[in-house]
C-alpha cells in the first residue's frame, strides 16, 4: 500500500510539473510575440457581468482592453517581465462603476465653496455665512450649495413654506452678495445684497418657469425657485466675466481635477454628465485629446436651441482620445424637484395650502421649445435626455417622445434604436409605467434620491401616489425599462456603494423602509450601476461588463457588496480604480 501511495504521489507530481512546464510554454509563446500584459488582476472574484463568462479568477489588460479572463493559471500566461500583478487576496473586482447622471464642473465646484449638505439647521448656515463675511473683501460674493430645509432638525424661524427668510443671513454679511444653490439645484437663496444687485424687489415679476417667494408684506425672502434663479445668477455671471480667459479657464480645469480626484476615488471609471455648455465640452476635449484626463466623460450638451442649430454636427464626438470623451446627447428641463416643490405634477401638492402659488409644481420650459431641440436631436443622431421628476413632468414627455418617434419612423424603426432618456423619472403616474419599455425611452434614476427624499415623499404627494407611483424600479423592469442609476452630484455624495445600499435597502434614517416592494436585488443593483449605465449611452459594447475586447475599466472592492449583510455593505471601501487597466486610484493601508 505503501508502494501504491508512493506511485500516486508521483504521478500527481510529474502531472502537476507537465502542466507548469506546459503553462510556461505558453507563456514564453505569448512573450515571444510581445503579447504580456500590462495589468494582471489575480486571485480574486471577478463579477463580469457576462452570462458566458460567470464569475472569473483573474484577469489581464494590455492597451487600454481585457486580453484575458478566467482562471489564474489561464491569465498566468500573460505575466511579462513588466507586467504589473496585483493580488486581489480574494477581493470582490467588478466592471468599473459608472455614473449615470450627474453635474461634473458643479460637483468640482461645490469643493471650492461652502459646503452646507451637513448644516442641521439654518442658524448652522448663517453662522458659515459669518465666519465666511469675516475673511472675504468687501463686494466679493461668497458661494455656497446643498441646503436643503427640509432636512434641517428644525424649522427655520420665521420661515414661509419652511423656507428661512433672508434677515438673519443679511445681518451677518452687509457687505458682500450671497448666493447659496439649494440640494436639489433647483432653487437658490440670496441675501438682501445679491438681491439688490440682482435689482429683485417685491416689485419684480415673476419670471417664466420661475417664482420669487415672498412673505407676506409681499417682500421677497430670499428663495428663488426655478428660473427665477436667473435674476441672481446673471449678475453672477457678469461678475465673474471681469476675469480674463486665462483665469476662467484655470478655474475650470480646477473644477474638472476636484471632481475627478473624487470620483476616481469612489471607484467611478465613467461619468455620464447631465449638461455642459458649448465652451466646457471644448475644454474636455482639450483635456482628452492631451491624455489629462484620467477618468472617462460622456457628456450631454447643454445650451440655447439657436447655438446646438449651427454647431451640433461639429459636437457630436465618440471615443475622443482613446474613449475618454463621448458627446452624442443634449439636456432639456421640463420641471423641478420635490423637495423644493418643482416638480411638475398631475394634481397639487398635498402639503401646500389651497391659496399657494404653484399648487400643482413648475413646467419650466416650454413644450414647444423641447420640441424644436428633439427634431434637431432626431436629425442629428443625438440623444435626447429630459429632466422630468412630477408625473406631469413625465407624461409630457413621454408624449412629446413618442409624437416625434411618430413622425420620424424611418429613424425608429426598433424600439431600441434611439435610447432617448428620462433624468430622474422619479413620480409616475402607473398609466406612464409601461410606455418607457414600449417606447425604448430609458429610465436614469438615482436610487439614493429615494432615501434622501423619503421622509418628505408622503407629505408632498400623498400616501396614494407616493405607492403606486414614487421610484417604482420594480415596475418599470418588469414591465421591460432599462432603469440606470446614479447620484445627480452635487445633489448627493458621489460615492455609488452609498447608492448602491439605498437601492437594495431603500432604508431611510430612522429604519424604517420606504416601499420595499420596490428594492433592487443586489445584482440588479449592480446592473444598473454597470452595464445598464454603458446601455443608455450606447456603450454596452466596450465597458459595464468584463469581457475580452472591452475597455479594461474594472473597480476593486475591499468587502463583497454582493454578499456581506446588508448593514455592511457601506462599510465597503474602494481599494483600486482601473481605467484602461492603468491604477488610476489606489487606496492608502488597503
Not at 28 to 54: F, I, K, P, W, Y
Request: overall charge negative.
Amino acid at each position: 500500500m505503501i508502494v501504491v501511495a508512493l506511485q500516486t504521489k508521483c504521478w500527481w507530481i510529474a502531472l502537476a510539473l507537465s502542466i507548469e512546464i506546459a503553462g510556461a510554454g505558453i507563456a514564453g509563446a505569448q512573450l515571444a510575440r510581445g503579447q504580456s500584459a500590462d495589468l494582471v488582476l489575480r486571485n480574486g472574484r471577478l463579477v463580469t457581468l457576462e452570462r458566458s463568462t460567470g464569475d472569473a479568477q483573474a484577469l489581464a489588460a494590455r492597451d487600454g482592453k481585457i486580453v484575458a479572463i478566467g482562471t489564474n493559471q489561464k491569465v498566468g500566461a500573460f505575466i511579462g517581465p513588466s507586467t504589473r500583478v496585483i493580488d486581489l487576496k480574494g477581493r470582490l473586482a467588478i466592471p468599473g462603476f459608472i455614473e449615470g447622471h450627474g453635474h461634473f464642473t458643479e460637483f468640482g465646484a461645490s469643493k471650492m465653496m461652502l459646503d452646507l449638505r451637513d448644516a442641521k439647521n439654518w442658524d448652522e448656515i448663517v453662522a458659515m455665512v459669518a465666519a465666511a463675511a469675516r475673511e472675504a473683501k468687501p463686494g466679493t460674493w461668497i458661494l455656497g450649495s446643498g441646503f436643503h430645509q427640509a432636512k434641517w432638525d428644525r424649522p427655520p424661524e420665521p420661515n414661509v413654506r419652511g423656507f428661512p427668510v433672508q434677515d438673519s443671513l443679511s445681518r451677518v454679511s452687509p457687505g458682500n452678495p450671497v448666493w447659496m444653490t439649494h440640494a436639489s439645484g433647483h432653487a437658490g437663496f440670496a441675501n438682501a445684497e445679491a438681491l439688490r444687485e440682482a435689482g429683485v424687489n417685491r416689485d419684480t415679476p415673476d419670471p417664466a418657469g420661475g417664482e420669487i417667494l415672498r412673505d407676506q408684506q409681499g417682500d421677497p425672502t430670499g428663495l428663488l425657485n426655478e428660473r427665477a434663479q436667473e435674476l441672481v445668477e446673471r449678475v453672477l455671471d457678469s461678475y465673474r466675466a471681469r476675469r480674463s480667459e486665462i483665469e476662467s479657464e484655470a478655474e475650470l480645469q480646477q473644477q474638472i481635477k476636484l471632481a475627478e480626484r473624487e470620483c476616481l476615488s469612489k471607484g467611478i471609471t465613467t461619468f455620464e454628465d447631465a449638461g455642459s455648455p458649448l465652451a466646457t465640452v471644448d475644454l474636455f476635449r482639450k483635456l482628452a485629446e492631451h491624455g489629462e484626463l484620467g477618468m472617462r466623460m460622456w457628456v450631454m450638451l447643454r445650451a440655447p436651441e439657436r447655438e446646438l442649430a449651427v454647431n451640433l454636427r461639429r459636437y457630436y464626438m465618440i471615443g475622443v482620445g482613446g474613449d475618454h470623451l463621448t458627446v452624442r446627447a443634449i439636456k432639456e428641463y421640463l420641471d423641478g424637484a420635490l423637495g423644493s416643490r418643482g416638480a411638475w405634477l398631475l394634481a397639487p401638492y398635498s402639503d401646500l395650502p389651497a391659496d399657494a402659488a404653484n399648487r400643482s409644481g413648475i413646467n419650466t420650459e416650454n413644450l414647444a421649445d423641447i420640441k424644436q431641440t428633439a427634431e434637431l436631436a432626431i436629425n442629428n443622431g443625438f440623444q435626447l435626455c429630459t429632466h422630468a421628476i412630477g408625473d406631469r413632468a413625465n407624461r409630457e414627455v413621454l408624449n412629446l417622445y413618442e409624437a416625434v418617434f411618430r413622425e420620424h419612423p424611418e429613424k425608429h424603426p426598433g424600439q431600441n434604436d434611439l435610447r432617448w432618456r428620462i433624468e430622474h423619472a422619479q413620480h409616475l403616474d402607473p398609466a406612464e409605467i409601461p410606455r418607457f419599455a414600449a417606447l425604448g425611452v430609458i429610465a436614469a434614476m438615482q436610487g439614493i434620491h429615494c432615501t434622501s427624499d423619503g421622509p418628505f415623499v408622503i407629505a408632498r404627494l400623498g400616501f396614494e401616489r407616493a405607492q403606486t407611483g414614487a421610484y417604482v424600479w420594480q415596475k418599470l423592469m418588469k414591465s421591460g425599462a432599462v432603469v440606470g442609476n446614479g447620484t445627480d452630484t452635487p445633489v448627493e455624495d458621489v460615492d455609488p456603494i452609498q447608492c448602491y445600499y439605498a437601492s437594495v435597502s431603500r432604508r431611510l434614517k430612522d429604519g424604517t423602509v420606504f416601499f420595499p416592494d420596490q428594492r433592487m436585488s443586489r445584482m440588479e443593483a449592480l446592473r444598473s450601476y454597470t452595464i445598464n449605465n454603458a446601455y443608455a449611452a450606447f456603450e454596452e459594447g466596450s465597458k459595464g461588463s468584463l469581457k475580452v475586447g472591452k475597455l479594461a475599466d474594472v473597480t476593486v472592492l475591499s468587502r463583497d457588496i454582493l454578499t456581506v449583510p446588508e448593514d455592511q455593505i457601506r462599510s465597503a471601501k474602494v481599494d483600486y480604480t482601473i481605467v484602461g487597466g492603468k491604477v488610476m486610484y489606489e487606496r492608502e493601508g488597503r
